[in-house]
Every structure is written in structure tokens, then in C-alpha cells.
């Protein structure tokens, strides 16, 4: 995977952040996407978002925190069927979990999530639909988005840029006051793991 740099992210979760909305679009553009997404999530880490959208395996781990900010660096982004190595080295260390046993040099969607996470008693596995409104501002990515965790509906929005100075800006014109809250921890407290 080529070299991406690490984005700093501020996200509120809320029941209704419609209000919100509203100032984005005073803003900028809003590009719509939908998407379902397979979350896992490890019982010993809150440090790694890992997710399958649209058939790719997508990790990204926490490797700083900055005034309130979140730094997020992805480290994999893989079509199944997913490699042994990848599995072994990438997707369990990330989530902090010993890999298991792995007989073959890869695996199917299918044969990952019920032949190997669901196998993990340290992983949940979360099933999440999205609808993005999407914008760009100045340097910023900004969204704001319906959620359904687990069938537990919840508005969110972020805001994400490399330029950690931007995205405080912008989170200080959306007069945001609410404390960051990453996908992670929020579907950890749904889960009752908060």
C-alpha cells in the first residue's frame, strides 16, 4: 500500500446532529455515499479501527493524540480473498490478538469472518450502515453522517485533515464543544465495553 499520511480526526456522536448539518452546508457541497461495513472490534485495544467496505479489509491504528485530536495512520487496505500474511501480520497484531492457527494462503470474505474472527472471542463483529454527506473544506474532509450500529441509530460528524491546526479551526466555526469520541469507543460503549 502506498505511503498515506496520518490524518488527524475530531468526531461527535449524538441521537440527531441535524443542526449541524445545516452549517455544513452553509459551507461547502455535500456529496452523498452509502455504504454497509463489517466492523471488528478487539476487546483488548481501542486503538484500531478495522472495518470491510466494499470487500476490502481496511485498518487504520491511533499513533497520536494532539490537543483533543485523534492521528490515524491506515496500514492495510486488502481485497479478499485476504492473504495468510496479511491475516498473521497485519490484521491481528493491529488489533492486539494473538493469530490463530492458519491453514490456508488465503481466504475468502466468508471463510475470514466465520472461519477465523468469529472464531476469536476477543473480536465482536459489528455490522454498520452509513449515510455520508461528505464535504470539502479548505484543507479539511468534514462529514456529516446517519448511523446504524448494531441497529442502534446515531448521527455523527467529523472532521479530518493532516493539518491538525485546520481541523481545530474548523471544529471552533462548527462551535463544537463535545469531546472527540472515535468510531471505535462509540461501538465499544454500545456494546456495553465502555
Same mark, same amino acid.
Given at each position: 500500500?502506498?505511503?498515506?499520511?496520518?490524518?488527524?480526526?475530531?468526531? &461527535?456522536?449524538?441521537?440527531?446532529?441535524?443542526?449541524?448539518?445545516?452549517?455544513?452546508?452553509?459551507?461547502? *457541497?455535500?456529496?452523498?455515499?452509502?455504504?454497509?461495513?463489517?466492523?471488528?472490534?478487539?476487546?483488548?485495544?481501542?486503538? $484500531?479501527? /478495522?472495518?470491510?467496505?466494499?470487500?476490502?479489509?481496511?485498518?487504520?491504528?491511533? =499513533?497520536?493524540?494532539?490537543?483533543?485530536?485523534? *492521528?490515524?495512520? +491506515? &496500514?492495510?487496505?486488502?481485497?479478499?480473498?485476504?492473504?495468510?500474511?496479511?491475516?498473521?501480520?497485519?490484521?491481528?497484531?493491529?488489533? *492486539? &490478538?494473538?493469530?490463530?492457527?492458519?491453514?490456508?494462503?488465503?481466504?475468502?470474505?466468508?471463510?475470514?469472518?466465520?472461519?477465523?474472527?468469529?472464531?476469536?472471542?476477543?473480536?465482536? =463483529?459489528?455490522?454498520?450502515?452509513?449515510?455520508?454527506?461528505?464535504?470539502? &473544506?479548505?484543507? $479539511? /474532509?468534514?462529514?456529516?453522517?446517519?448511523?446504524?450500529?448494531?441497529?442502534?441509530?446515531?448521527?455523527?460528524?467529523?472532521?479530518?485533515?493532516?493539518?491538525?491546526?485546520?481541523?481545530?479551526?474548523?471544529?471552533?466555526?462548527?462551535?463544537?464543544?463535545? +469531546?472527540?469520541?472515535?468510531?471505535?469507543?462509540?461501538?465499544?460503549?454500545?456494546?456495553?465495553? /465502555?
Amino acid at each position: 500500500m502506498p505511503e498515506i499520511k496520518p490524518r488527524f480526526e475530531f468526531r &461527535i456522536w449524538a441521537d440527531s446532529l441535524a443542526p449541524l448539518r445545516i452549517k455544513l452546508d452553509a459551507m461547502g *457541497q455535500a456529496r452523498e455515499a452509502k455504504s454497509a461495513e463489517t466492523y471488528l472490534i478487539s476487546k483488548v485495544t481501542e486503538r $484500531c479501527n /478495522a472495518k470491510i467496505r466494499a470487500e476490502l479489509m481496511d485498518i487504520k491504528v491511533l =499513533v497520536a493524540e494532539d490537543r483533543g485530536l485523534e *492521528q490515524w495512520k +491506515p &496500514i492495510l487496505k486488502a481485497g479478499f480473498p485476504l492473504s495468510q500474511l496479511d491475516i498473521a501480520n497485519q490484521v491481528f497484531p493491529s488489533l *492486539q &490478538i494473538v493469530a490463530p492457527t492458519l491453514v490456508k494462503s488465503a481466504y475468502t470474505y466468508d471463510e475470514f469472518l466465520q472461519g477465523v474472527v468469529r472464531r476469536e472471542p476477543k473480536i465482536a =463483529v459489528v455490522e454498520v450502515t452509513k449515510t455520508r454527506y461528505q464535504y470539502s &473544506i479548505g484543507v $479539511c /474532509a468534514a462529514e456529516y453522517s446517519q448511523i446504524t450500529i448494531n441497529g442502534v441509530p446515531r448521527d455523527t460528524v467529523a472532521v479530518e485533515s493532516t493539518d491538525a491546526d485546520a481541523v481545530l479551526e474548523l471544529v471552533s466555526k462548527l462551535d463544537i464543544h463535545e +469531546p472527540n469520541v472515535s468510531y471505535i469507543r462509540e461501538i465499544r460503549r454500545i456494546l456495553g465495553w /465502555a
